[in-house]
RNA sequence: AGGCGGAUAGCUCAGUUGGCAGAGCGCCAGCCUUACAAGCUGGAUGUCGCAGGUUCAAGCCCUGUUCCGCCUACCA
């Protein structure tokens, strides 16, 4: 009777495990323990989310490396937790009142932030509770939330200190603004994407009636805010025009000429209007020349009193509306077709309208330059490397960032403004009396922080900073962080930022950016698209390790990773595989004496030491791996041993000792699938932490390998260095493949079914036969073959039989009564074609006296070997070929 | 416009110091061989995008080029 049935069904035991492990306090991190520190904090998902692919990938990533650091003795902490996402948690609250028919105004800005509170006590666990389902092992017990008593004190502190440095400042300038979720945006939330639109060409009459100049616009609308035209300084049309006054159309205002060299004489006219209010360089341009500005549209992306009669109107009626006109009054030239750049608000999509509007800077350049130098000196890690020249170009460009906001959920600014004396007093405690006349009645700033200004300091105010906790002693700067290339700029530059000035040190020392997700045809997953597949829907089908090990398997450095549902049955096979090499493995080892004393490697089979020493290899392969974040290797290198090396060559190897009579070698076999899987289950434990828990905890245990651990999750990670590895005998058994597989191809070349039973002769020099002898047994029983004999080197070949070379033995099957010869003769004919093709590259490189001068003696004698080989073993085939054309 | 990435088997992709081009899936053939048919065994399949260059030797290094994708950017 078996432990365990015979399919992998993982939904029987993972939510088991999950919760022994949170029990018992597995994932807690203590900050007064003696180990190294190894710390990684997440990349927190907004509360209103819902865990994506994405997610699942990135979290994944994150688990497989703090799990494996935890195993291998650091003092392992992933913390976890929430972001408050303020215009999308805003957005969706706005939303349920909506059903209600209320807006936030009717509730006031308190009840509303109360309000909001509540969903997030009712629906903001969501994402946490499927980052369980995933297997994070995240430490529970440190959940944060941006919005946090504490995270909030660490917000007020930065605030304040920059404020008091002069980095941070509050004015009137042109920001981003979105009239649909009506606040302003930071540069970086506004996503430019290309659209077919128009070009208007305008004419614009000189104010004495000599002429006119024609100009070009994408946005018509906004020509009733214009207060100048500029042309190039250089350009000889329009040099004698300078200084000269325009009469602009529609609103009869004069607005002068200007000469400015940000003008490109050579696109269209040469001459541009000037719109100060609603254009980032005309505003730029403004302030060169000391235009006026005039706001024709409004917040709520309407046109103001400004406007004329086109008050009131949405900016694209009143495009209509004035391009009608505009046509009729014969001041419109043409309309041409023009593909250009179009800004959206990240959130929601809608254009945004730039706008003058009083707002609060980060002066960024003095945190930027530090930012800089911290990734050039190497102290931070960007892998992969190449995302150092995004980061460097993104930073040295950087301009100031706009960081309040137009809602009400988030952090407000700790501004406050006497009525009486004007004063504005900025606070890290809240203050009701001006510090500067004494006068109560002060007013708090109405706008919030943009929530990339608590995230940027998430990786030390999650540890309680400002205060100088244990956690922020023991765990910062962080080991790693793990985070898509797509919010480098959004949230990873600014941590870096942040952890710099505020902590005189890098927030982490790697930073590991993975690929975007994508859909089998090469789209990015989106829910707009979607083209989504959901990860709980695919943990309930495969199980969260299936879904695991495919990501990890996938996740190749550089390289966008297409999904598709049969990527995970693909793997959904090698869970089951690992599933019923157990089943073998617990089924020969229910009479398994765990009191019986340890066999020494030298006296178990070679495939026993063979087996350990591959172990051993692979060990050290994984290790290497992830060490570099080479996840798909490490997952390809645990694949291949488990499947390739274990299942496919050991465990048949191993039947002969265990079903057979020799109680030693029956016992060395089970020793040998103990270490073996146990340190299997290990290596794997990271990647696939259910499946090898429920297996391992099931492996008896041998009384010479100590007091077991309580769970894989604190057990400790292999150590190649500590599995011996014989030489000896991984040789051997590479020549026991050697020879089995050359039988094998006789017999799958000749259609041999596994029923017809066969001879193999193996002619070998005395000290390979000497080496094989003992393996006999196992080339028996992996070549199902009847006997195995040896002839000595002079000795007559077989006749009548077929001829195959492996290493330098030659291997004959005789087949007379089993196949028709001619078979053979083909088979034969076609091997060597195949040797002699190899032969004649091999004899081109030694042909040439440049390559035998030049090449490193050790390549030159390698390939020597190898034309030596090749001639030898077409010798060999060529007179089995005429043995058989003889007979 | 600039920057970055990709192009390798029918498909999806590995390929860390230049030294015999690989895997999975698919395909063909044979097998229910008592862990597993979600399996086993064997087999076929390449102009490594194109053109040059460096080198004894290039998928890998250099130059140019084509196509695809992404990011950044103030061309009205």
Not at 23 to 45: L, R
Not at 585 to 599: R, T, Y
Request: hydrophobic fraction near 40%; proline fraction near 5%.
């Amino acid at each position: 009777m078996s432990k365990i049935e015979g399919t992998y069904s993982p939904q029987e035991f993972e939510e088991k495990w999950y919760d022994e492990w949170t029990q018992k306090g597995y994932f807690h991190a203590d900050p007064h323990s003696d180990k190294p520190p190894f710390s990684i904090v997440i990349p927190p998902p907004n509360v209103t989310g819902i865990l994506h692919m994405g997610h699942a990938l990135n979290n994944t990533l994150q688990d497989v490396m703090t799990r494996y650091k935890r195993m291998d003795g650091y003092e392992a902490l992933w913390m976890p937790g929430t972001d408050h996402a303020g215009i999308a948690t805003q957005n969706v609250v706005e939303r349920k009142l909506a059903a209600e028919g209320l807006t936030r105004e009717d509730l006031g800005r308190d009840n509303f932030i109360e309000r909001v509170w509540e969903w997030r006590k009712e629906y903001g666990g969501t994402i946490i509770r499927q980052l369980k389902k995933l297997g994070a092992s995240c430490d529970w017990d440190r959940e944060r939330f941006t919005m946090d008593e504490g995270l909030s004190r660490a917000v007020r502190e930065v605030f304040c200190t920059l404020y008091e440095e002069g980095l941070i400042y509050k004015g009137s300038y042109i920001i981003n603004w979105c009239p649909r979720c009506h606040t302003a945006l930071a540069d970086d939330e506004v996503e430019h994407k290309d659209s077919k639109g128009n070009l208007w060409h305008l004419r614009y009459p000189l104010e004495d009636g000599s002429g006119y100049i024609d100009v070009a616009t994408t946005r018509p609308e906004t020509m009733l805010g214009d207060t100048a035209v500029a042309v190039h300084p250089e350009d000889e049309r329009y040099k004698d025009l300078i200084g000269k006054n325009l009469i602009l159309p529609v609103m009869n205002r004069r607005i002068p000429i200007i000469a400015d060299a940000f003008v490109d004489p050579t696109f269209g006219s040469g001459a541009v209007k000037v719109t100060p209010a609603h254009d980032p360089n005309d505003f730029e341009m403004g302030l060169r020349h000391s235009l006026p500005t005039i706001r024709v549209i409004g917040e709520n992306g309407q046109m103001t009193e400004e406007a004329g009669k086109y008050a009131g109107l949405d900016r694209y009626e009143a495009r209509k509306a004035l391009v009608a006109d505009l046509e009729e009054a014969g001041t419109l030239i043409k309309i041409d077709d023009h593909d250009h750049a179009v800004g959206g608000c990240y959130r929601c999509q809608t254009v945004i309208e730039p706008l003058i509007s009083e707002q609060w800077f980060v002066k960024v350049k003095p945190l930027a330059a530090k930012a800089v130098e911290a990734v050039e000196q190497g102290d931070t890690k960007i892998v992969p490397d190449h995302w150092k020249k995004t980061y460097y170009h993104w930073m040295e460009n950087i301009r100031d960032w706009c960081i309040s906001r137009q809602i009400w959920w988030g952090h407000r600014i700790p501004a406050f403004t006497c009525d009486a004396c004007g004063e504005m007093s900025v606070s890290r405690e809240d203050i009701d009396t001006c510090p500067k006349c004494g006068a109560s009645g002060l007013r708090q700033e109405d706008d919030v922080l943009d929530t990339w200004f608590s995230s940027a300091l998430w990786p030390f105010s999650t540890m309680g900073w400002p205060e100088e906790t244990a956690e922020v002693s023991k765990f910062y700067p962080t080991s790693l962080l793990v985070t898509g290339f797509d919010i480098l700029f959004f949230w990873v530059a600014r941590m870096m930022m942040m952890g710099l000035w505020f902590r005189k040190e890098v927030p982490f020392k790697d930073v590991y950016l993975h690929a975007l997700l994508r859909d089998e045809q090469g789209r990015k997953m989106s829910k707009s698209l979607g083209n989504s597949l959901d990860p709980l829907e695919l943990i309930e089908e495969f199980g969260a390790d299936v879904m695991r090990f495919t990501l990890v398997a996938f996740a190749a450095q550089g390289r966008d990773i297409r999904l598709s549902k049969p990527r995970f049955e693909g793997y959904l096979r090698f869970a089951n595989k690992i599933w019923n090499a157990a089943r073998f493995a617990f089924m020969n080892l229910e009479d398994f004496d765990e009191a019986a004393p340890e066999i020494p490697l030298a006296e178990r089979s070679s495939a026993d030491r063979w087996i350990i020493g591959r172990l051993s290899e692979a060990a050290k392969g994984v290790r290497e791996a992830l060490d570099d974040y080479r996840f798909n290797d490490a997952a390809g290198q645990i694949y291949k041993f488990l499947w390739h090396e274990f299942c496919d060559w050991y465990v048949e190897m191993s039947k002969r000792p265990l079903y057979g009579d020799d109680p030693k070698a029956k016992l060395a076999a089970q020793q040998t699938i103990i270490t073996v899987f146990d340190a299997t289950m290990r290596l794997l434990h990271p990647f696939m932490p259910f499946l090898s828990e429920e297996l391992w905890q099931k492996l008896p245990f041998p009384a010479y390998m100590g007091p077991r651990e309580e769970s894989l999750v604190i057990a400790v990670f292999p150590k190649a260095e500590e599995i011996p590895t014989d030489k000896g005998a991984v040789e051997r058994v590479d020549m026991v493949k050697e020879v089995v597989s050359a039988v094998r191809n006789v017999r799958g070349e000749m259609r041999l079914p596994p029923s017809k039973k066969l001879t193999a002769i193996i002619q070998c020099s005395d000290k390979e036969r000497s080496l094989l002898l003992d393996e006999r047994d196992f080339m028996m029983a992996l070549a199902l073959a009847e006997s195995v004999e040896f002839i000595a080197p002079g000795e007559p070949k077989p006749k009548q039989a077929a001829a195959a070379v492996a290493g330098g033995l030659e291997i004959f099957v005789p087949l007379a009564g089993l196949v028709d010869l001619e078979e053979e003769e083909r088979r034969l004919n076609k091997e060597i074609d195949k040797l002699a093709a190899d032969l004649s590259k091999v004899e081109g490189k030694l042909g040439n006296p440049n390559f035998v001068d030049r090449a490193p003696a050790e390549v030159v004698e390698k390939e020597r070997e190898r034309a030596a080989e090749l001639n030898e073993a077409i010798d060999k085939l060529k007179a089995g070929l005429a043995r058989i054309k003889g007979e």
